[in-house]
């Protein structure tokens, strides 16, 4: 079975750096593409970025470029996503997805991040 | 890259059919039949519902239909169901940055 496990609700105050991670099984985790959305509280989905775990090869939304670092570990079949400074406007649920035929076909449960001082 | 445009809402009555509109580019939707779309349910994640423009994973009923037009993909349902209340999003695949975008989302009521 494919299940994306992502790490727990995180509350952290601004300026604190933080990373959550994303832990694929049941497939071959090197093999698909990896993406990263963001859901801001009572708002749409934002498309932030994806990795390719075999190579690392990771590509950014212009809105999330330089604000966020994607990353991942495929000895352990997990990526993730992290940030430097946190922000009161990071906010949010976010959720990982594998990637099949360009659709994100298999979701995590979300981690919620909530920032405030 | 923007988002790509949907409805905010689109209503119907049990057993009706729906549509729902995505309106890109030619540097998304036109240039590609890179389209997806997604039902969330509040609280959840969300759902594929269909992938390549028009394509089913198993499991989804054979209620939901895709298609695509110029820079305009529609997602269908037809048979509307009280469950199908719930938002709805497309995305693209986008050359602008060799990657993908959303759509702005639809709330779909079941009347």
């Known amino acids: 079975e494919v299940q994306l496990v992502q790490s727990g609700a995180e509350v952290k105050k601004p300026g604190e750096s933080l990373k959550i991670s994303c832990k694929g099984s049941?497939?071959?985790?090197?093999?698909?593409?990896i993406g990263w959305v963001r859901q801001m509280p009572g708002k749409g989905l934002e498309w932030m970025g994806i990795?390719?775990?075999?190579?690392?090869?990771?590509r950014y939304s212009p809105s999330f470029q330089g604000q966020v670092t994607i990353s991942a570990d495929k000895s352990i079949s997990t990526a993730y996503l992290q940030w430097s400074s946190l922000k009161a406007s990071d906010t949010a649920m976010y959720y990982c997805?594998?990637?099949?035929?360009?659709?994100?076909?298999?979701w995590g449960q979300g981690t919620l991040v909530t920032v405030s001082s | 890259q923007s988002a790509l445009t949907q409805p905010a809402s689109v209503s119907g009555s049990p057993g009706q059919s729906i549509t729902i509109s995505c309106t890109g580019t030619?540097?998304?939707?036109?240039?590609?039949?890179?389209v997806s779309w997604y039902q969330q349910h509040p609280g959840k994640a969300p759902k594929l519902m269909i992938y390549?423009?028009?394509n089913r994973p198993s499991g989804v009923s054979n209620r939901f239909s895709g298609s695509k037009s110029g820079n305009t993909a529609s997602l269908t349902i037809s048979g509307l169901q009280a469950e199908d209340e719930a938002d709805y999003y497309c995305?693209?695949?986008?050359?602008?940055?060799?990657?993908?975008?959303f759509g702005t989302g639809t709330k779909v009521t079941v009347l």
């Open positions: 997805a594998r990637m099949e035929r360009y659709g994100l076909d298999y």
């Open positions: 990795i390719y775990p075999g190579d690392s090869d990771t």
């Open positions: 390549e423009v028009s």
């Open positions: 995305s693209s695949y986008t050359s602008s940055s060799s990657n993908y975008v």
């Open positions: 049941g497939y071959s985790f090197t093999s698909y593409w």
């Open positions: 030619s540097s998304d939707v036109g240039g590609y039949n890179y």
